[in-house]
């Protein structure tokens, strides 16, 4: 089951991605197959009137981050909450194991080392999942923030239903595939807790008093890849911050909605597209912190950058 639920996200990723990179193969007989995908991916302006049948509302956009926020907010509090109570980067508790392996001496050291390690490891492992869902947070919870106050969407702009629903799996599996390698035992631990509440009230069950700092300080034990990660995440996600004002500004005057406009200024000085360049330097961000050795979030990177060049695509053949 534990498995199962790890190997059904990364299948979904690679079903999501290679349909995509099929229709990059240059060669006639793919032709169809690549703008059946352009149809999908087309939005706004860039959506023929005549291919408006299966499309809902663009401002239905603020759907994927209602559902992007309530789900990493919920992935992060569980994460966080199995962090602090079953893998804490205290140094007291570190150095409690180190004097316990010294003690045991003998044939024994090597075995009590090497176990103390692989707790470390794996302690540092939780944190660094926590880290990366807290990035998350701040880019899901700004694009809420964008799709309510900056964007103006035409109230005749539709998206096709396909995208529609893309966009729905992407901030459903995005999360998960950022902290998928500790999904089993954080769902064991959340699967507990619930029974602990049920079996003996809340009367019963224990509530510490919370300190932010005190939960938060293990974060500062990561290593110089994470913070590498994070600058770079930082980065792109000023600067989309950047890019997504422009365009919403240009949308300020009603009078101006079905008006193409030149956007100026940051990032737009030097590419046509730069909110999606964002987009792939914030993902390479999560990558870096996340160390780069598990699959899943190098899918999760594949897909935005094969999503990005169909963007791209689009966007330069309307220009």
């Given at each position: ?9 990364k ?14 193969i240059?060669?006639?007989k ?21 291919s ?6 663009q ?14 907010t ?122 602990e509440f049920?079996?003996?009230g ?27 990660g ?57 990558l870096?912190?996340s ?10 990177l ?18």
């Amino acid at each position: 089951m534990e498995l199962g639920i790890m190997w059904l996200v990364k299948g979904a990723w690679i079903a999501a991605i290679l349909p995509l990179l099929i229709a990059f193969i240059p060669t006639s007989k793919l032709t169809s197959i690549h703008q059946l995908v352009l149809g999908f991916a087309r939005r706004g302006k860039i959506l023929q009137p005549s291919s408006q049948k299966w499309t809902v509302p663009q401002k239905f956009f603020a759907h994927f981050y209602v559902i992007g926020v309530a789900w990493t907010t919920f992935v992060l509090a569980t994460t966080w909450m199995y962090a602090c109570k079953m893998a804490p980067l205290f140094s007291e508790e570190l150095q409690f194991s180190d004097i316990a392996s010294r003690l045991a001496g003998g044939s024994h050291v090597f075995s009590f080392q090497k176990s103390h390690l692989t707790l470390v490891e794996h302690r540092f492992k939780v944190w660094r999942a926590m880290f990366l869902l807290l990035l998350m947070e701040i880019q899901v919870l700004r694009r809420l923030i964008e799709s309510i106050y900056v964007f103006k969407y035409s109230p005749s702009a539709r998206m096709h239903i396909f995208g529609y629903l893309a966009g729905w799996f992407f901030y459903t599996a995005a999360p998960l595939s950022l902290c998928l390698n500790i999904v089993p035992e954080v769902a064991r631990f959340a699967g507990n807790q619930v029974a602990e509440f049920i079996a003996k009230g809340k009367g019963h069950t224990s509530s510490p008093g919370f300190n932010l700092l005190l939960s938060l300080s293990p974060l500062m034990k990561l290593r110089s890849f994470q913070w590498i990660g994070a600058a770079i995440f930082l980065w792109g996600w000023i600067h989309q911050c950047r890019c997504h004002a422009i365009l919403g500004s240009l949308r300020e005057n009603p009078t101006h909605a079905n008006e193409y406009r030149i956007p100026r200024g940051d990032w737009f000085r030097i590419v046509s597209s730069p909110h999606y360049l964002a987009e792939i330097v914030l993902y390479v961000g999560l990558l870096i912190a996340s160390g780069g050795t598990d699959i899943t979030i190098w899918l999760l990177l594949g897909f935005v950058l094969c999503f990005s060049c169909y963007w791209l695509e689009l966007t330069n053949g309307a220009s």
